[in-house]
């Protein structure tokens, strides 16, 4: 059974930095991407950055410059390093686990982290 669990998270004020991490644990392949995707009220779920394990990125047009997304294939972990915080960042950020298997593509899901930027 494979978990995903996200911590960090909170409150910030517009400007300022803020870190989440994410780890997964349970049959995990060597070969997976990871990323974090976010959904305010009343909107759609979108992709805010992605990272293979082999490292190749891709990120939302709109945190570009902003967000750093990283990863310790070692630890299972994936990291999203976002500064330059802005109000229309605010959202449930969720971590996301994507594998293959028997060529089929398996999506896992953390439980979601609230990120508010407001002053």
């Known amino acids: 059974q494979v978990q995903v669990v996200e911590s960090g998270g909170g409150l910030v004020q517009p400007g300022g930095s803020l870190g989440l991490s994410c780890t997964a644990s349970g049959m995990i392949f060597s070969s997976n991407a990871m990323g974090w995707y976010r959904q305010a009220p009343g909107k759609q779920r979108e992709l805010v950055a992605a990272i293979t394990s082999g490292g190749r990125t891709n990120y939302a047009d709109s945190v570009k410059g902003r967000f750093t997304i990283s990863r310790d294939n070692a630890k299972k972990t994936v990291y999203l390093q976002m500064n330059s915080l802005k109000p229309e960042d605010t959202a449930v950020y969720y971590c996301?686990?994507?594998?293959?298997?028997?060529?089929?593509?398996?999506?896992?899901w953390g439980q979601g982290t609230q990120v508010t930027v407001s002053s």
């Open positions: 996301n686990l994507r594998q293959s298997w028997l060529g089929r593509e398996y999506d896992y």
